[in-house]
């Protein structure tokens, strides 16, 4: 049987970027894979993968990505695809745009949180204006 061998760009698309505890980051971070932060974070994240914000982890800038799961500290705008999990550690303090919600007792929540298809809702409310 032969082996079968994967592809450098099917790799780049399933990678799993880390910034551990104790790294320093200013700066933006985009990427396709997934992320995960334990350390610290100042500038905006764009990632076309999984967010995990660890225990320890804390960022202060726009997020966009599919989903999320938040046990540290974010503090800025934070628009997820999918969903949004907040565990019981989790402190974010901005507005929140989400497909789905998922929040832990003990969790905290301070500013706006919009839920469901926004882009539905933004073509919805264009097209009344336009009649």
Partial sequence: MAKQTSNYNDNLNQ???????GTLIK????????????????GNINAKGRLVIGP????????NCSNIEVSGYIKGKVTVSELLTMKSSARIYGDVVAGKL?????SLFTGTC???????????TTQKEQK
Avoid: F, Y
């Avoid at 919009?114 to 919805?124: C, L, N, P, V, Y």
């Fill in 15 to 21: 990678s799993i970027n880390i910034i551990d505890e």
């Fill in 27 to 42: 700066g933006d971070i985009s990427a396709n894979g997934d992320i995960r932060i334990d350390g610290e974070l100042n």
């Fill in 56 to 63: 320890k982890g804390k960022v202060e800038g726009e997020i």
């Fill in 102 to 106: 998922s929040v832990e007792p003990g």
């Fill in 114 to 124: 919009t839920m469901g298809d926004s882009k539905g809702k933004d073509e919805k």
